[in-house]
Structures are given as C-alpha cells and as structure tokens.
C-alpha cells in the first residue's frame, strides 16, 4: 500500500549538482518525517538526512550538512534533496523511506535511484 518512487539520479561531475525526488502514495503524507538513506557498493546504508512532517525541523549526516537541503511539498506528496557539491564519495543508490531514520524494521523504503559522481 505504501509507495515510494525515487527519480533524479544520474551520473554528474565532483563539484556538481543534482535534485532528487520521492513521490508517496498510500499514505497520509504529511503526518509522517521522512528520510533519505543511501548505500554505497559494498557498504551497509548510511543514513543521510530526515525531516519532520510539517517540513520544519530538518536533520543532516555530518558528512552532508552545508551541501545536502532536503525538503518536502506536502500539498504534492513529494520529498526533494538538493544535492550542491556532490563528491566522488556520494555515490551511491539513494533510498527515501518513512520515518526519522528510515532504518527501523516498520519503516518503507523506495526503489532507490542512483547517483553517480565521476569526472
């Protein structure tokens, strides 16, 4: 019932940028925090950034905060991070997913999309 549906990755170029997107449906959006978590080759998920329900109170990985903005349109269901000076270390598929981690047993993760930073 729950869906999420990630877009906006793709491959960019260290020191660029990129928009992610995640369309929810089969909820009520705006009563839930939300989060995005990535997870690189190899590696276990990494937590990356959440947001309260209404949109106010935002948290950061350090190893984001000052580059990564996230963000959500409750009137569209949709969840955004804004991506500026994106690293080769970024790279990764980036999962939006319910909650204010996104890595309890009850929380919904998307499809994911990846993001790819390489010259």
């Known amino acids: 019932e729950v869906q999420l549906v990630e877009s906006g990755g793709g491959l960019v170029q260290p020191g660029g940028s990129l928009r992610l997107s995640c369309a929810a449906s089969?909820?009520?959006?705006?009563?839930?925090?939300m989060t995005w978590v990535r997870q690189a080759p190899g590696k276990g998920p990494e937590w990356v950034s959440a947001i309260s329900s209404g949109g106010g109170i935002t948290y950061y990985a350090d190893s984001v905060k000052g580059r990564f903005t996230i963000s959500r349109d409750n009137a569209k269901n949709t969840l955004y991070l804004q991506m500026n000076s994106l690293k080769p270390e970024d790279t990764a598929v980036y999962y939006c997913?319910?909650?204010?981690?996104?890595?309890?047993?009850?929380?919904?993760w998307g499809q994911g999309t990846q993001v790819t930073v390489s010259s």
């Open positions: 089969g909820f009520t959006f705006d009563d839930y925090a």
């Open positions: 997913a319910t909650g204010r981690t996104g890595l309890g047993q009850s929380d919904t």
